[in-house]
Structures are given as C-alpha cells and as structure tokens.
C-alpha cells in the first residue's frame, strides 16, 4: 500500500481519539472458506484459483488491532451485512447500541469498505467514509470509489472532518 503511506499513522490517531471519547470501535476482518464464501467459485474463475490468504485470518497490522473490550465480527464475504450469522449478530450490536451513524476506515476501499457501506446505507444507516483512513491498490482505484457515491448515500470525510463529526 505504497501509494498511502499515511494510513499507518491516519487509522492509529482515528482510533486514539475514538477511544477517548468511548465511542464504539467495531473491527471487521475477513475469512474466506470454501463453504461460507459462496463467491469464491466465480473468482476463482476470474483469478488463479487458492489466493494468498483464503482460508486463513490474519492478524490485523498493530496500529488498527483491536483493543481489549473492542468487538471483532469475522465475515466470509467482501460485505460485513451479506455474510450470514456474523452480519446477523452485527446488525443486533449495531441495534443493541443505537448507534445511527458508522464511520468507515480499511481496505480494499472499492470492495470491502464500498459494499459493506452500501449495506449499512441500505439498513438505514447514516454513512461515512474517512478518506485518509482508507486504501485500495491504486490512489486511482480508491478515489474511483470514493467519488461515484460521495454526496449520493455516503459522506466522504478526511480524517480532521471526520473526527470533528464524531465530537472528538
């Protein structure tokens, strides 16, 4: 992820000051298993099949691991909301803690970031995306996804906009 070397130092201050106003940090990662990934087999058709990482989960880079009392929710698909029981019991802690607002920070911004943010749009959800706290393959790739729904059903905020709306 040459192509944001601010990241590191981006998602650990969003984290830091998210912590100090006690606000809820949810960390999703991905497992991606032949049997819960219903679709592996169309990409493994469009890629060389056994990727890197396909049945593994790995560890979260040190400056966005989660915490102690800090929920992680495992998903099997590119979209926190389509991955069955896991998005079952998101949607409960999502509800459970009436939060209305998600702030979005990751990777890969065109796919694990968009989808799961279009979800949370179309479960009623307000939506924001922090711009600097997220990174795709390619500076084009991420601000590709970005702009196509910035002010339609997703707010696009840097990192400082972003904080400022979280009253941190």
């Not at 800090?70 to 802690?93: I, N, P, Q």
């Not at 949370?120 to 922090?130: D, K, L, Q, Y």
């Amino acid at each position: 992820m040459t192509a944001f070397p601010h990241l590191p130092a981006n998602v650990a201050e969003l984290l830091k000051k998210a912590r100090e106003q006690n606000l809820d940090v949810i960390h999703i990662r991905e497992q991606d298993l032949k049997d819960k990934s219903k679709w592996l087999p169309w990409w493994d058709r469009l890629h060389p099949p056994g990727g890197v990482g396909f049945g593994s989960l790995g560890e979260p880079e040190p400056w966005a691991k989660e915490i102690e009392g800090e929920v992680v929710f495992v998903k099997h698909t590119y979209d926190a909301f389509l991955s069955g029981v896991v998005s079952e019991r998101l949607l409960a802690h999502l509800k459970e803690r009436e939060i209305g607002r998600i702030f979005f920070a990751g990777a890969l911004t065109k796919a694990c970031v968009m989808f799961t943010a279009n979800s949370a749009f179309t479960h009623g959800f307000e939506v924001c995306v922090i711009s600097d706290c997220c990174a795709d393959r390619s500076k084009e790739d991420h601000d590709a996804a970005l702009n196509l729904y910035n002010g339609y059903h997703i707010e696009v905020l840097g990192l400082p906009g972003a904080l400022s709306a979280m009253g941190c």
